[in-house]
Structures are given as C-alpha cells and as structure tokens.
C-alpha cells in the first residue's frame, strides 16, 4: 500500500485550510487549532474556540513554548457543549494513528517529534534560542502507509521564509518519524472526539446518520 494522488489531493485540499504557526515555538496551539476546525468543519459546525483561546489552555508564552499537560483540563470544559473531549494516548503505535485518522467520530491527530526532525529538512539551519529546535515539535499525521507518513507540520512558513527550501516537508519514512516520535520527551498523542455521554439539547458536532 502506498500513498496514493488521491490520498495527496485530499491532504492539499485540507491543509490549505489549516493556519501556519506564525512565532518559532507556537506549534502545539496552531495544531490543536487545526484540527479543532477541521473537525467542527467535518461535522458542519462553527469552531468553538479561537486561536487566542487556545494559546491560553495550552499556557503559551512567546518565547517559552507551551505545554500539551494541562491542555484536557482546560480544554474540555470549553468544549463539552459541543459533545466532544480531549483524548492523549501515550506509547501509541502507527496502527493507532491509523485508528484515530480513519473515525470520522475523531479529528486529525497530533503529535510530538524529538527537535532532531529539524535536521532533516535540507535548506534549513535551525538556529539556537526561539527557533523550535530546543523543544520537542508537533506535527499533524494525515496518512500512515507501510513505509510513509503523509503529515501536516505549522512549521510551513517559517520554512518558506528560507530561500533554500524549496518546498516545506509533508512526508517522512516511517522508521524516521518512528525514531523522532520515540524520542520525544513524553511520546504523547492527542486527539478530540465525541464525548460517551452526547449533548442532546445541542448536538453541535453531529454523525452523519443525524442530520
């Protein structure tokens, strides 16, 4: 199995949506936003929270990074009216990530990379202090093949801003993501869905066999 121009196509499609991050260490809450939007646009609903919001709930300070810790117990309450919920796994294998991206009652995962996956983008010399190489990067995986990693990364535009790179990078082999992932610091995984108990008074994020 491989990634196929359609798998591409629909990656495109999706991703011209997404925001990149627009400061160094701000890609945890750029992420979350994403799928966040992604997934109330999958279910025809309005996006509950703005980027501002989820700075806050991800402690986001410029020049200090964020952190995923905390982000269920903030995070939830400003979105249980809509009948969804934090979801962090840790230790997740690839056939999990396949998993969440293949339920449609789930967004988009995110996870987090060792700041080596800095190094494998040819064109790109990350720099000391705010510059996303001292901490640990999130990325948005959108494809998992049986050699690839087909992923979103906010990073985008900082990339672009080098005229060395020609393009930012969307895919990975799998044993180099897989190495990245292990390496991170708490190797976790996130993701929303529908939460177990439904908000019946407002069902803003709805299945398909509802509406």
């Not at 449609?104 to 996956?117: K, Q």
């Not at 535009?157 to 990975?172: A, L, M, Y």
Request: net charge negative; charged share 30%; hydrophobic share 30%.
């Amino acid at each position: 199995m491989t990634i196929t121009d359609a798998d591409r196509d629909t990656f495109q499609t999706t991703v011209e949506e997404f925001r990149p991050q627009i400061t160094e260490d701000m890609c945890l809450p750029t992420a979350l936003k994403n799928v966040l939007d992604e997934f109330a646009d999958r279910h025809n609903s309005d996006s509950p929270l703005s980027l501002s919001d989820i700075n806050d709930i991800c402690d986001y300070r410029a020049g200090g990074a964020s952190t995923s810790r905390n982000v269920p117990a903030k995070l939830d309450p400003e979105i249980e009216d809509y009948g969804i919920e934090t979801k962090i796994m840790f230790n997740a294998t690839f056939e999990d990530l396949e998993a969440i991206i293949d339920d449609n009652d789930r967004s988009l995962p995110i996870v987090e990379l060792d700041s080596a996956y800095f190094e494998s983008v040819n064109g790109y010399d990350p720099r000391g202090g705010v510059d996303g190489y001292q901490w640990d990067h999130v990325v948005i995986p959108f494809t998992v093949n049986d050699e690839t990693v087909l992923f979103y990364d906010p990073f985008e535009e900082i990339f672009q801003r080098s005229t060395r790179i020609d393009s930012p990078p969307t895919q990975r082999s799998k044993t180099q993501f897989y190495e990245w992932w292990t390496a991170a610091s708490s190797r976790w995984t996130m993701w929303l869905q529908r939460s177990d108990q439904q908000v019946l008074t407002n069902p803003q994020f709805r299945q398909e066999d509802e509406e």
